[in-house]
């Protein structure tokens, strides 16, 4: 078993992960944009079992997503406002991981076979996709449950609203 640790930027949080990310979600929704203050939000998405809090207790913000109604629960160290992850009312079962906080970010892989972009209906209009990759306009998953289909650019692909 392979573990990656990351944290805060003072230190008061650590965290680990005990599996390689069950998939990557790149959001470029308006919320991610905002929480990260760049153009998209790089997340590693990970089952709740293989994840864990090793050092100190994070702060909760909670919010309504705007796409599905429910709850998103942003995870942040109560001293310097890193935010560690996100928890979610409509996927119970995986925790989201911002990236940038890992020890070393680059550790895992975005390949078509783990990765989607989703919410391009709100990418910056300077976005450009990669090829090969599966996209959405807004979740991957409808609010009933249901996976929405994908599109898949054959060549890098500008996109974004103005």
């Known amino acids: 078993m392979t573990t990656h640790q990351g944290g805060c930027l003072c230190g008061a949080l650590r ?7 069950v ?3 790149v959001c470029h929704c308006a919320f991610c944009q905002r929480a990260t203050g ?13 994840f864990r809090i090793t050092r100190g207790r994070p702060k909760t913000f909670d919010l309504v997503s705007e ?3 429910k709850v998103v629960h942003v995870h942040f160290c109560p001293d310097c406002g890193t935010k560690l992850n996100l928890t979610f009312e ?18 895992f892989a975005i390949t078509p076979a783990n990765a989607r972009h989703i919410f ?7 976005t450009v996709i990669p090829a090969g990759l599966p996209t959405f306009a807004r ?7 249901e996976t929405c289909v994908p599109t898949i650019y ?5 996109i974004g609203h103005r």
Request: no cysteine; glycine share 10%; hydrophobic share 30%.
């Open 120 to 126: 391009l209906d709100e990418a910056r209009p300077d």
């Open 15 to 21: 965290f680990e992960t005990t599996q390689d990310p």
């Open 38 to 50: 760049g153009a998209y939000m790089v997340e590693p998405i990970f089952d709740t079992s293989a």
């Open 154 to 158: 054959d060549s890098p692909h500008p």
């Open 139 to 145: 979740h991957a998953t409808s609010n009933a449950g």
């Open 90 to 107: 409509r996927f119970a079962d995986v925790v989201g991981i911002y990236a940038g906080t890992f020890d070393d970010p680059d550790w």
């Open 23 to 25: 998939r990557v979600t």
């Open 67 to 69: 796409g599905s109604g």
